[in-house]
């Protein structure tokens, strides 16, 4: 299978996943990483694995349109089958939408539909876990739509809240189990476990 990983910034979750697939954890290969952040590390990350790997904004192109008509090309000229959203901190246009139907993921740092929708990302999302005096948090993988962290629920894996925590070492532990669980669950999606379209 090919996977198209999009990131924003430092793409921990794309190295997980590239890792995942040199170890053949994960029956697939990262065939482009796209990022809207040419200084991202993400696109760095990408360079050093020879990877093929694209800066890609709607500055940059022009316009939304115009963006989602470049991210079409790149995806097509890759044959991707399946694309994963690793921190990306954009909306995906409508067309992409449509022709990646049910083939887009995003990993969340907590237990959705709590704690997600717009503005809810890094440790804003840490911060309201702790705020709301949670027990327990965690990390949701879920199909992308045309709305925030609303898309279809595909896996959930929980972390404890600790009294203690701030939202720095609660960041830190969701984190770790955040990068096990994008390779369990991509593994899955590859496997057909969890079905694709």
Do not use: W
């Not at 067309?95 to 717009?118: C, D, M, Q, T, W």
């Not at 600790?162 to 991509?186: G, K, N, Q, W």
């Amino acid at each position: 299978m090919n996977i198209a990983v999009f990131a924003s910034h430092g793409g921990s979750d794309l190295q997980a996943i590239i890792d995942g697939c040199k170890s053949n954890k994960i029956n697939a290969n990262v065939v482009c990483v796209i990022s809207n952040n040419g200084d991202s590390m993400a696109l760095q990350r990408a360079e050093k694995e020879s990877i093929p790997s694209y800066h890609l904004s709607a500055k940059k192109c022009g316009d939304e349109e115009l963006l989602a008509t470049e991210l079409l090309k790149v995806l097509s000229n890759h044959s991707v089958d399946m694309i994963f959203l690793a921190g990306y901190m954009r909306m995906l246009h409508v067309s992409v939408l449509k022709e990646y139907n049910n083939r887009i993921f995003n990993i969340h740092p907590a237990l959705l539909p709590k704690f997600g929708g717009k503005g809810m990302f890094g440790m804003n999302v840490h911060n309201a876990v702790i705020a709301a005096g949670e027990k327990e948090t965690g990390v949701t993988i879920h199909r992308v739509s045309a709305e925030y962290d609303s898309g279809e629920i595909v896996a959930q894996t929980s972390v404890p809240v600790e009294e203690s925590d701030t939202a720095e070492i609660l960041a830190a532990r969701v984190l770790e189990r955040e990068h096990t669980f994008l390779v369990e669950v991509i593994s899955d999606i590859c496997e057909n476990k969890i079905k694709l379209g």
